[in-house]
């Protein structure tokens, strides 16, 4: 247990640094939260279980604005709702500096609530800690493998909270690892929710990367729609040219300048990016302006090949009566960027007189094209391979993603560049990925409770089991120990028959039937046998003579037990004294065949002394004794015989 904590202790250390530096560098929602994190396992480790579940509950709730921000529905709440609402609370924030992302919101709720349930392994923590390294692990690839083009929403933490938010899960699986590595019910219920919470992930990002696509594919569509609009505005606007330049071959003469302004307002309030419509003459000159305002009156009667020679390519052959041509991006007399479209004016005999010229300001033919756009939606610039010639959009939050579009004005190509405002492509997605992320990281909690009950239930289930089965093997051995107590109470546990007390209990039952005899015997000179062949020897014989007994008194419904020593007694219920005179002469040559000899080969044998009891009341203290006279002078009559005692 010590290593454990001392580790995370070290690893407690390394987070604090790591989250210290973090806040210095940034001050964000995220870096705040991880320091308020670790400031509750610190709690933790101090034992100040109060100050550690208050704190993982106010980071908790400065968390939980942000979680509810990303799976609210955008008819519940808008994105600009939620923006006001940001810039009511921090003057000029944007949404993103108010909420963490994504990933790291839910991982350090996920850290918060496990030390809320004080680290329980009852109560989900462990699937908890698991679900936090998940993520942690995502947003790690994430960051390894990129995206093109890039994710709209910021799902992942920096590189250095990234590595504060390891330091801080292994702290955490340091500390609680050694109460839980040893229980198996853990592991059963962990697993299989660990595996529906990866599922999860892998889904969200799937729809996520899937949903973003399509956004990105709809505003490049978008872009496409402006784009085509534009060339179809500016094909519009040269064919009208084209009639207009043929008109002229009606008059045959060079139009004077009422006829030059009535026919040019038309196609001037029509095209009103037309800076002017001019007619040059074949010497540059030019001679008529509409519509007339100051700075096209400046410019009348100037000739343009002096005043503007950067065109003078373009409308040299316009004048000889060729082609009609268009300058590049040019400077415009009038001032600003402009292409200068010219058209040959010739009589009927096809004779040219000079040339009309219709001058496109840049900034101009912008704003009233986009003037139906929504400027807080994107953010529009027009420009060429050096400068903006023209920008559109109030949007101070440009999105990750720019669409560039080239279209040609004259001989000059010009890009478009549309970047939609990150506001509007936030109300633009949908949060149905997120909603089922965290309604997948819920049922994969329900699962864990669920499967934990049941494993914890089943373990004790086991345990009571094997509990019972011990229990159970307890009382059969204290049964078996019980038994054995009550055996060797009642018999010799050298010979295995009855011992002296059992004899005499049972004797004191059998005493119904009579007559009723009894046989006291004695093995001769066994003290010699131990004293000579050694004591194992004297218990081979004792163990000889009671079987060959117990068999013989068995056979005739008797009882034969080891009354002490090398004496044997025998109870033979209704069996009067001749029969058991037989029994104790058969016995005693039994125990002679038996080949058994004293350390000088002479056999081993027995010598007996018989009582029989027929009448009256039974004392077994007077039969004892005078069987104990009948075996006495068996013996002094040189033994191995069998001798008679009185009836009793």
Same mark, same amino acid.
């Given at each position: ?57 106010? @980071? ?31 003057? #000029? ?43 942690? &692990? ?212 096809? @004779?040219?007189?000079? =040339? ?20 807080? #939606? ?25 669409? #560039? ?112 005899? %009894?046989?006291? &015997? ?21 163990? =000889? ?6 068999? %013989? ?20 219920? =209704? ?36 009582? @029989? ?8 203290? #007077?039969?004892?004794?005078? =069987? ?12 191995? &015989? ?7």
């Amino acid at each position: 247990m010590y290593l454990p904590t001392r580790l995370a202790t070290w690893l407690l250390l390394l987070t604090s640094a790591a989250a210290a530096v973090g806040l210095a560098y940034s001050l964000s929602l995220s870096t705040i939260t991880l320091f308020t994190s670790i400031l509750a396992l610190w709690a933790t480790f101090a034992q100040r279980d109060v100050l550690a579940r208050s704190l993982a509950a106010l @980071t908790l709730a400065l968390l939980l604005p942000g979680l509810v921000s990303y799976i609210t529905p955008e008819g519940w709440i808008s994105t600009a709702q939620w923006q006001a609402w940001a810039n009511g609370i921090f003057a #000029h924030s944007r949404l993103e500096t108010w909420r963490a992302p994504l990933l790291v919101t839910l991982t350090l709720a996920l850290l918060a609530l496990s030390l809320l349930l004080r680290q329980r392994a009852r109560l989900g923590a462990p699937l908890l800690l698991a679900a936090a390294l998940l993520l942690l &692990c995502t947003q790690f690839i994430d960051r390894l493998i990129g995206h093109d083009p890039p994710t709209l929403l910021h799902y992942n933490a920096s590189s250095g909270t990234l590595l504060a938010l390891a330091l801080l899960i292994a702290t955490h699986i340091a500390l609680v690892w050694p109460h839980w590595r040893d229980k198996r019910y853990v592991a059963g219920a962990l697993w299989p929710a660990t595996i529906l919470m990866l599922l999860a992930l892998l889904l969200w990002q799937q729809q996520q990367r899937h949903m973003e696509s399509a956004l990105y594919q709809r505003t490049h569509a978008e872009g496409d729609a402006l784009i085509t609009r534009l060339q179809s505005d500016i094909q519009a606007h040269r064919q009208a040219m084209r009639r207009f330049s043929h008109f002229w071959q009606l008059l045959d003469d060079v139009p004077s300048a009422p006829q030059w302004a009535r026919q040019a307002a038309d196609y001037h309030t029509d095209f009103r990016y037309f800076l002017n419509i001019a007619f040059i003459a074949t010497d540059s000159q030019v001679t008529h302006v509409y519509p007339p305002t100051l700075l096209n009156r400046n410019i009348q009667g100037q000739r343009l090949f002096e005043a503007q020679p950067s065109g003078r390519q373009a409308l040299a052959p316009v004048l000889e009566g060729k082609s009609a041509n268009s300058t590049g991006l040019v400077e415009l007399l009038q001032g600003g960027p402009g292409i200068i479209y010219y058209w040959p004016i010739k009589t009927a005999d096809q @004779t040219p007189v000079g =040339a009309a010229a219709m001058a496109v300001s840049i900034p101009m033919l912008a704003d009233i094209l986009f003037a139906s756009l929504t400027p807080e #939606h994107a953010t529009l610039r027009w420009h060429d391979s050096g400068s903006v010639l023209a920008r559109f959009g109030t949007s101070t939050d440009p999105g990750p993603w720019q669409h #560039h579009f080239t279209l040609t004005l004259g001989q000059a190509p010009l890009t478009l560049t549309r970047q939609p405002s990150r506001d509007y492509l936030l109300s633009q997605m949908p949060r149905l990925p997120s909603i089922g992320l965290i309604l997948g990281l819920m049922l994969a909690y329900l699962l864990y409770l669920v499967r934990y009950t049941f494993k914890r239930l089943g373990e004790q289930h086991r345990a009571m089991r094997f509990s019972n089965r011990m229990l159970q093997l307890e009382i059969e051995k204290r049964s078996e120990l019980q038994k054995e107590v009550e055996w060797l109470a009642s018999h010799d546990e050298l010979t295995g028959i009855a011992n002296r007390r059992h004899f005499l209990a049972q004797a004191s039952k059998l005493t119904h039937s009579l007559p009723l005899s %009894l046989i006291l &015997c004695d093995i001769d000179h066994f003290k010699r046998i131990n004293d000579q062949l050694g004591h194992l020897v004297g218990d081979d014989y004792l163990e =000889a003579t009671a079987k060959l007994g117990a068999t %013989l008194m068995a056979q005739h419904g008797g009882l034969f037990a080891r009354y002490g020593g090398e004496e044997f007694v025998a109870w033979l219920p =209704a069996a009067d004294h001749q029969h058991a005179l037989a029994i104790a002469e058969q016995l005693r040559r039994q125990v002679m065949a038996l080949s058994l000899t004293h350390a000088d080969d002479t056999p081993l044998t027995l010598s007996a002394g018989v009582v @029989t009891h027929t009448q009256g009341e039974v004392d077994m203290t #007077h039969l004892m004794q005078a =069987a104990d006279e009948a075996l006495y002078r068996a013996k002094e009559q040189g033994r191995n &015989c069998v001798q008679s005692a009185k009836t009793q």
